[in-house]
């Protein structure tokens, strides 16, 4: 097993750990309702994707 020579100091192992966070999604508005949508996704109000349908959604009454 291998072990360290010597203790790794709290800023050290911080300053390695500071890329690791998380990240917001990109969000943009649909150009067919204008409902906010995450990038490369179907509009999950009208389900268009870049102006075309890819899916019918259905109207509950």
């Known amino acids: 097993?291998?072990?360290p020579k010597s203790k790794i100091s709290k800023?050290?192992?911080n300053k390695r750990r500071t890329h690791q966070k998380a990240v917001l999604p990109t969000l943009g508005t649909c150009s067919n309702c204008g409902a906010t949508v995450q990038y490369h996704?179907?509009?999950p109000d009208c389900g268009f994707y870049r102006g075309k349908l890819a899916i019918e959604k259905t109207v509950n009454a």
């Open 1 to 3: 097993m291998a072990h």
């Open 41 to 43: 996704r179907v509009c």
């Open 11 to 13: 800023q050290r192992r």
